[in-house]
């Protein structure tokens, strides 16, 4: 084996563990059995499911499909299969217990670690002898990756769960704090590269790169702070019709939503509950926990709209001094701290005007880590998609009504932050860490 595959498998065996050790430290090692699991909201599984999940999951890809290895447990295939129960029928599932999924997900993953051993992650021979899951790792990033997307979602479970705060929250590292000096900069027409063919970490959706030319426009610097939103509160934006599409208007009728959600009116100001503990909303974070619609609404009261996908990704990754188009807005180093608020270094969004290192070569901050970003475009794929290793990734969702969000939040693994990473939820949705910022159109130079 040579050098470089050596550093890979090091690098998928650490990032194995810190996946495995985020999922026990929201699941086994936070809370008894019985809210393991109890459904704290129809919204989501029990905590449980998705801990054996994850598990299941790894078994089928690195062992059976990559590993060539028979099941293990091929009696609860189908209950952890989350396209055959819906997350509001898992609670009535016989489900593995907390203690019977912890030992199945040890005996999964160390099988797994015998089987990376003697992988080969090298590139395909000629005869085509190698499966392309091994190549370059893919098959062992998709499955951290999904690990780390349920881990995602057992937080907003957490959000919805009642009762007294069991996540700790540990103080954040003093970042940087540079307001950007414009709140609005102009992306100018032309070409860039969006997507990507060669990124080893990418799925099926970000894939294949292709160029798209789009006309000039303006984009916020920052994420839509919590101060500005609620001007939009405070203006009666949630009772004024005009702001609303038809749909977003029904939305708002039959949820009675006059506020982001978790948000509470505490005198004249506002307070929100955020795991399990009571504090006033903080002016200077991005907004979260706000729908598409609600997003959209605010986004015409300011006189903006917001941007699409191909607008949002070519304000993250397009460097007009070269032309290119980076993994990262900042370059193509990985997230560090001083980046992005990635990796739940903290439990919700750091200010507006954290992390300057992190600015896109626009000079448009915060596209990456702290809140998810909605975008106006409805997931589908891209010219020349090819749905792989399975359709159900994303192919199962495609022109189906869901909105793309881009960026990743406070909650998101760095593994998963790259600025081509394609994330999809119905316009509805907002126990998810979700915000935005706005855009509007330019005139043509």
């Not at 030992?103 to 395909?124: I, T």
């Not at 495609?398 to 990743?408: A, E």
């Not at 693994?413 to 907002?430: E, G, L």
């Amino acid at each position: 084996m040579n050098h470089a595959q050596e550093r890979a498998k090091e690098r998928i065996a650490a990032e194995l563990d810190r996946s495995r050790a985020s999922s026990n430290g929201l699941t086994l090692d936070a809370l008894d059995e019985e809210e393991l699991l109890a459904q704290h909201s129809p919204l989501m599984s029990p905590l449980v499911w998705d801990l054996a999940h994850v598990g299941n999951y790894e078994e089928q890809w690195l062992l059976r499909a990559a590993g060539g290895r028979e099941a293990l447990r091929p009696d609860i295939d189908g209950l952890y299969d989350a396209f055959e129960n819906s997350r509001a029928e898992r609670v009535s599932l016989p489900l593995l217990r907390p203690d019977e999924a912890r030992a199945y997900n040890d005996r999964v993953r160390g099988e797994v670690l015998d089987v990376l051993d003697s992988a080969d992650l090298g590139v395909p021979g000629p005869r085509g002898d190698r499966s392309p899951l091994l190549e370059a790792g893919l098959v062992y990033h998709l499955v951290i990756q999904h690990e780390h997307q349920h881990g995602e979602t057992m937080l907003a479970t957490h959000q919805l769960r009642k009762g007294e705060p069991v996540l700790l929250e540990e103080t954040a590292d003093v970042a940087m704090l540079r307001p950007p000096a414009q709140k609005e900069v102009l992306v100018p027409e032309g070409e860039f590269t969006m997507g990507t063919d060669d990124d080893p970490w990418a799925y099926d959706n970000e894939r294949p790169a292709r160029t798209v030319d789009l006309g000039p426009y303006w984009i916020d610097t920052a994420p839509v702070t919590n101060a500005a939103y609620r001007e939009f509160m405070d203006d009666g934006g949630y009772q004024d019709r005009r702001w609303w599409t038809p749909e977003g208007w029904e939305w708002r009728e039959e949820r009675g939503a006059l506020s982001p959600a978790f948000w509470a009116r505490e005198g004249d100001g506002w307070s929100r509950r955020r795991f399990g503990r009571r504090e006033m909303v903080p002016d200077d974070e991005p907004v979260q926990h706000v729908s598409f619609h609600e997003a959209r609404a605010y986004a015409a009261w300011a006189g903006k709209r917001l941007p699409s996908e191909p607008e949002w990704e070519k304000a993250a990754r397009f460097d007009p001094r070269t032309g290119r188009s980076r993994r990262y807005p900042w370059g193509e180093t990985e997230p560090g701290p001083h980046h992005a608020n990635l990796g739940r270094r903290r439990l919700g969004p750091s200010p507006a005007g954290r992390h300057p290192e992190g600015a896109s070569p626009l000079g448009v901050q915060q596209l990456v880590g702290d809140v998810w970003e909605w975008t106006s475009t409805t997931f589908t794929g891209y010219p020349g998609f090819r749905a792989f290793p399975y359709r159900e990734y994303s192919e199962a969702f495609f022109d189906d009504g869901y909105k793309v969000l881009r960026g990743g939040s406070w909650a998101t693994h760095p593994t998963a932050a790259r600025s081509t990473f394609r994330n999809w939820d119905h316009p509805v949705r907002r126990q998810i860490f979700s915000g935005f910022r706005c855009a509007r159109d330019a005139e043509p130079a």
